[in-house]
């Protein structure tokens, strides 16, 4: 019976037909969403490292996803450790992976908005110091089409016209040293999947200090919503000034600076 | 109500649904009267789903000495049909007019089944239809499945271009406002002093703003408050006898609403944070709320970070 499950499964996704080399390593734990994708990506992005899923890491997006265009999400891994890298990725996309952050001297908090292109497991992963993977997610629904829909602005027309426009507020957060970043910019984050636009996105992204030390940096896909709006908590007090420097695959660079606000954030409305 | 044959022997073989029997659902169509001649069908109080068919707006039967009125005809061809049929057991009349209050698919869809010369709509309505509709459908037609089977967009035939209408003595107030869409019907029938609100009204059932202006729906909702009327029939949500209760509600919880998510961006929430926020206890006892707030925080928090964030872009290096 039990076998004869598993062979559904295997059937089910394909997997079957696949050859399956023998194992350099332990195998992957397996996937409690059971998505056909899990292996291939927990390769790509874990190699050998060792992999568990773990609640304390935490995926976070709305119970409906409303636009399939802009889909938010929330990785918080604060309070697992020291946290060396975090991946935001939707397995059955077909730009998989949309941040892959490293904060080097911030909390381990990233937020932002993806494109769903169909139901999808949508997935944090962090890896601690130790090499360690811990991953988190949920099957999310979506009607389909945010990586194969041409980009508001595209249809619009305008995008060229606030292309580099870019808008942000720095809060301070409380005694552990740590702020509240939020940028956004307006960037049509093409994903070459609509005819006749090729793939055009932001690419990397570094938060810095005055002194200009990283703070934290990333690489973003074009799976990352248009006009991008990230969040983060770099290590920064009242008064300081961050900067946000960023560049997209033609080459265009993108700055800002982000004074650290001198009053705390989050008085009013406060998350339950 | 109505119960085919085929849904009483899907009942009788226990809940599974029709579908899955390879038979066709069918709604359940319960007109309550709510003032001389009007009668109201109470929409599922909940998001669209393949469990309700789509038939959650609230639809209004009025019976005038010319025929029958309808306000709104529901999600699908099937929904149209079944209603037409409801209605003209109801009253013995004809329908010889069907308003469409706005553009949203839960309340237009159903035109199908109508001679379009009948259906009349603000002049908006009729353009964002033309515009929206095939999205709206596309939409529709992947969460129902098979409740939308045969639905077309079908455009009203009627612009609606002046003030009342009357139907063999019994006369109807057409108020073009907006707010909710860019273009929202409300109607008071004159007889019974009865507001039809469209979705500019909600009652005990959070709003929906897919299409909404916030600041024009509050001056909807005051034009509203200053007409003289008795009770209300919202978009959604049970009949309200007072008629001053839907629009409270309905004007509280769009203040809180812009007021809260404007807070969370000069606080620095992101935007799943934003869907998280604590929802005050005055709004309860409101179907559907930390729904419709998410579906908010997607729609208006784009524009709000835009607004309220300021330029932090360095000029050309
Ligand atoms: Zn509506």
């Known amino acids: 019976m039990w076998r004869q499950k598993v062979s559904l499964i295997l059937i089910g996704t394909g997997l079957l037909a696949m050859p399956v080399p023998l194992?350099?390593?332990?195998?992957?734990?397996?996937?409690?969403?059971?998505?056909?994708?899990?292996?291939?990506?927990?390769?790509?992005?874990f190699g050998d490292d060792p992999v568990r899923f773990d609640p304390r890491v935490k995926m976070l997006y709305p119970e409906v996803a409303e636009n399939q265009r802009s889909f938010p999400v929330a990785l918080d891994a604060r309070g697992v450790g020291q946290v060396k890298r975090m991946v935001i990725f939707a397995d059955l996309n077909p730009i998989p992976i949309a941040i892959d952050y490293r904060p080097e001297a911030a909390e381990p908090y990233v937020a932002t908005r993806i494109k769903l292109d169909q139901r999808t497991p949508v997935r944090g992963a962090v890896q601690?110091?130790?090499?360690?993977?811990?991953?988190?997610?949920?099957?999310?629904?979506?009607?389909?089409?945010?990586?194969?829909?041409?980009?508001?602005?595209?249809?619009?027309?305008?995008?060229?016209?606030?292309?580099?426009?870019?808008?942000?507020?720095a809060w301070p957060m409380s005694e552990d040293g740590s702020s509240r970043l939020r940028v956004t910019f307006r960037h049509p984050m093409d994903t070459g999947f609509v005819a006749n636009i090729p793939t055009y996105?932001?690419?990397?992204?570094?938060?810095?200090s005055a002194a200009g030390t990283v703070l934290g940096e990333m690489e973003i896909w074009a799976s990352v919503s248009e006009d991008p709006a990230i969040t983060l908590m770099p290590h920064a007090k009242a008064g300081d000034v961050l900067t946000v420097d960023a560049r997209d695959t033609n080459g265009r660079a993108y700055l800002a600076r982000i004074a650290v606000a001198r009053q705390s954030a989050m008085p009013s409305a406060t998350p339950q | 109500m109505r119960v085919s044959r085929r849904a009483a022997v899907a009942g009788i073989l226990g809940a599974l649904p029709a579908a899955a029997l390879g038979m066709t659902e069918e709604y359940r169509i319960d007109p309550a009267v709510v003032a001389d001649g009007i009668w109201m069908i109470h929409g599922d109080d909940a998001p669209i789903l393949p469990a309700n068919g789509g038939a959650i707006a609230n639809i209004v039967i009025i019976d005038t000495p010319a025929g029958t009125v309808l306000v709104d005809s529901g999600p699908s061809l099937r929904y149209g049909r079944a209603l037409k049929a409801v209605a003209e057991k109801l009253t013995g009349k004809p329908v010889i007019r069907v308003y469409v209050t706005h553009l949203h698919p839960d309340h237009g869809m159903g035109i199908a089944a109508f001679d379009p010369a009948i259906v009349a709509a603000l002049p908006q309505t009729i353009a964002d239809i033309a515009r929206d509709g095939r999205g709206f459908s596309d939409a529709m037609y992947r969460?129902?499945?098979?409740?939308?089977?045969?639905?077309?967009?079908?455009?009203?035939?009627?612009?609606?271009?002046?003030?009342?209408?009357?139907?063999?003595?019994?006369?109807?107030?057409?108020?073009?406002?907006s707010g909710h869409s860019a273009a929202d019907l409300a109607i008071l029938d004159e007889k019974t002093g009865t507001l039809i609100g469209g979705d500019l009204l909600f009652h005990d059932r959070a709003p929906s703003t897919p299409t909404a202006d916030l600041a024009r729906w509050r001056e909807s909702l005051d034009a509203l408050s200053k007409t003289p009327h008795k009770g209300a029939i919202p978009g959604h949500g049970p009949f309200d006898p007072s008629g001053t209760q839907a629009i409270m509600q309905t004007r509280r919880w769009i203040h809180w609403l812009e007021s809260a998510l404007t807070g969370a961006v000069q606080s620095g929430l992101d935007m799943v944070e934003a869907g998280a926020i604590?929802?005050?206890?005055?709004?309860?006892?409101?179907?559907?709320?930390?729904?419709?707030?998410?579906?908010?925080?997607?729609?208006?928090?784009?524009?709000?970070?835009?607004?309220?964030?300021?330029?932090?872009d360095v000029p050309d290096q």
Request: proline share 8%; charged share 20%.
């Open chain 2, 143 to 177: 969460i129902l499945g098979d409740w939308m089977r045969g639905t077309e967009i079908v455009l009203p035939g009627r612009r609606i271009d002046q003030a009342s209408e009357d139907f063999g003595g019994r006369k109807v107030q057409l108020m073009a406002l």
């Open chain 2, 278 to 312: 604590a929802i005050p206890p005055e709004f309860s006892g409101m179907a559907a709320a930390r729904y419709e707030l998410q579906r908010s925080v997607s729609h208006l928090y784009p524009g709000l970070e835009a607004k309220l964030l300021p330029r932090v």
């Open chain 1, 201 to 208: 996105n932001i690419e990397e992204l570094a938060v810095k």
């Open chain 1, 128 to 169: 601690l110091a130790d090499g360690q993977w811990l991953v988190a997610g949920g099957w999310v629904d979506a009607a389909g089409g945010g990586c194969s829909a041409p980009p508001v602005s595209r249809v619009k027309g305008d995008w060229a016209t606030h292309l580099g426009e870019m808008r942000g507020e």
């Open chain 1, 23 to 45: 194992p350099a390593r332990a195998p992957y734990p397996a996937d409690p969403l059971q998505s056909p994708m899990w292996q291939a990506h927990a390769k790509t992005i």
